[in-house]
């Protein structure tokens, strides 16, 4: 519902924001009486309430007041192809018919497996499990297993899922303390925690000789926001590789996204084992552990009784591999294999960051809308040293501290109501825009006109 020009008037973002969004307010309201904050993910806490999504197709979400919105935050990067994609929901549809989860193995975890050995280079063999976070928890038992070493080199902010042992140094400065209260210290006793782009601190970690294995976001923290510099990959896997360590790449986020075989194939560097999830179910729930044969053999029973209870490594979880997320990772990386939705993607992302850009600087404010493949972040009164100084579409920034000091959380709330305000919705954490293969030239032309109404408006209430 938008309100007339005339109704506008006088009215704040907030207000107008409240307005439009009677129904979000009220199941607000009901939700926070059951649920902590009302919330079931903390990245959508949002002043004054968050936005309560309704249906979703192609490019777009309409939330519970009928707003319609171009959806740069599709199921948290999950939805690839965008909502209702017609192979993935026939796929589903076919699936549901036949049953959701038997609990006995099926052959669509065959086909997805080798699709992702056919697309992912050090994919050799693959297991199946339920979230990016367990993936990372599995891969990791599996180097210790491999090595018989214990500890983990883990880089600060680097971001793995919300488990105790990754959950450190991960989100927002200080990032030398736990992310979460509650969390385990007797967890991170196995974490050496290394600096942002530091092949010496991986170095030094590694002569100690007790690491089993590196793990990283090979894109840099927050997959890519703040990105790994020019070399650093190179050189942890030459290290890695000298030292006999098990290189983890954690593409949760960025597999089949930058490319078909996701960052290795864009960068040429082979980790020994990686993560994948989110557009691995095309919006199912679905995450996996691939790579060498010989690694992933920990996970083999071999018959023998003392090695397969001892020294095997046991995995587990109701929801690995179900046939209901598999039915549409098959779908879906059967269209994702030949690389051309991503190259369509990224060219897309590069005119709206260009976009976005020309905005900024028309509207005189400090700020930069950055990022790589198919992302943009915003950073608007942005207190970056190198602004002006870097090329401003992609960040050079090595400061791992400007990550969370880009943008204070007052201001990015009201930037992000702005934006759905003018019929944009880039989830609400972050300013931070996924472009999925259902987003057009035309929507991409009129987020840039959104993001121009949405900066006067923001100049206008004096927030920037
Ligand atoms: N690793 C990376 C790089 C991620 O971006 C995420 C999720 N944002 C995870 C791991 C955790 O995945 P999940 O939320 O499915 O546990």
């Keep these: ?88 929901v026939e796929a589903i549809k076919k699936q549901l018919d036949k049953g959701i989860e038997f609990g006995s193995c099926n052959e669509l975890e065959i086909r997805a497996a080798e699709l992702v050995v056919e697309m992912i280079p050090c994919a050799e063999q693959v297991r199946f499990i339920g979230s990016g976070a367990e993936a990372n928890m599995l891969a990791i038992r599996i180097a210790r297993a491999y090595t018989g070493k214990d500890k983990v080199i883990k880089f600060r902010g680097h971001w793995h899922g919300a488990f105790d042992g990754a959950g450190f140094a991960a989100v927002s400065a200080p990032f030398d303390v736990p992310y979460s ?105 679905v995450a996996a552990v691939a790579g060498r044969k010989q690694i992933m053999q920990q996970l083999a029973f071999t018959g023998d009784k003392r090695h397969d209870r001892y020294q095997r490594v046991r995995s587990q979880g109701t929801h690995s591999g179900t046939p ?48 790589d493949y198919s992302i943009v972040r915003i950073f608007l009164n942005h207190n970056c040293p190198y602004l002006g100084k870097c090329d401003v579409e992609h960040c050079s920034n090595p400061d791992l501290e400007m990550l969370d000091a880009g943008m204070e959380a007052s201001l990015r709330s009201k930037v992000i109501l702005a934006l759905l305000l003018n019929g944009i919705n880039c989830g609400l954490g972050l300013v931070e825009l996924f472009v999925s293969g259902a987003i057009t030239e035309q929507d991409i032309k009129k987020t840039v006109e959104a993001f121009d109404r949405s900066l006067a408006r923001l100049k206008a209430e004096k927030v920037l």
């Design 324 to 371: 209901i997320a598999l039915a549409a990772t098959v779908a879906g990386l059967e269209i994702l294999k030949s690389g051309e939705v991503q190259a369509r993607m990224n060219r897309l992302t590069g005119v709206l960051r260009k976009g976005l850009n020309e905005q900024i600087k028309k509207h005189n404010v400090r700020g930069c809308a950055y990022g």
């Design 181 to 285: 209260a509650g969390t385990s210290k007797e967890a991170f006793k196995d974490v050496l925690l290394a600096n942002h782009n530091s092949s010496e601190d991986v170095r030094r970690f590694a002569e100690r000789g007790d690491v089993a294995c590196v793990i990283m976001e090979p894109t840099g923290a927050h997959h890519g926001m703040m990105p790994n510099r020019l070399g650093f990959i190179e050189e942890v896997r030459q290290i890695t590789k000298e030292m006999g360590i098990v290189l983890i790449w954690d593409e949760v986020m960025t597999n089949f996204k930058l490319a078909a075989g996701g960052a290795q194939e864009v960068t040429g560097v082979i980790p020994d084992l990686v993560t994948l999830g989110k557009s691995l179910g095309c919006g199912m729930v």
């Design 1 to 88: 519902m938008t309100l007339e020009p005339d109704k506008q008037l006088g009215m704040t973002i907030e207000e107008e924001y409240t307005a439009t969004h009677s129904k979000s307010q009220g199941l607000y309201r009901r939700a926070k009486e059951v649920i902590p904050s009302g919330l079931v993910h903390d990245v959508r806490h949002m002043i004054p309430f968050p936005v309560y999504m309704d249906r979703g197709a192609g490019s777009k979400v309409w939330d519970v007041d009928g707003n319609e919105y171009i959806d740069y935050h599709p199921g948290h990067g999950t939805y690839i192809l965008g909502y209702r994609n017609p192979a993935i």
